[in-house]
């Protein structure tokens, strides 16, 4: 199993726009959860985001500000509405089973 971000993936963007990152995955399996984490300087990553890639429900999130669309072989996380506090490191993850 085996996921990475996209290239390309370091954004700039204005207060208010929304922002997509997106990262590439490869499972045999077919239970697939995609999580997506953002992590601020020394401080512990911090959950934002779960999603079944194989469902079309099956979306966990705290914030509706993020949304997160998936395929076979990609994950997508939408930022709306994008704040001073959303500059940090953000981070896929792969739960495969």
């Known amino acids: 199993d085996n996921i990475e971000p996209d290239k390309g993936t370091e954004k700039t963007s204005k207060e208010t726009e929304t922002v997509k990152l997106s990262c590439s995955y490869s499972t045999s399996s077919e239970y697939v959860g995609l999580n997506w984490y953002r992590q601020y300087p020394n401080r512990e990553p911090q959950f ?20 997160s669309t998936t395929s076979r072989t990609s994950t997508e996380l939408t930022i709306a509405g994008v704040r001073l506090s959303d500059s940090a490191l953000y981070y896929c993850a792969l739960e495969a089973q």
């Open 48 to 67: 934002l985001l779960y999603k079944n890639a194989r469902s079309a429900s099956g979306e966990r999130t705290s914030d509706l500000r993020f949304q």
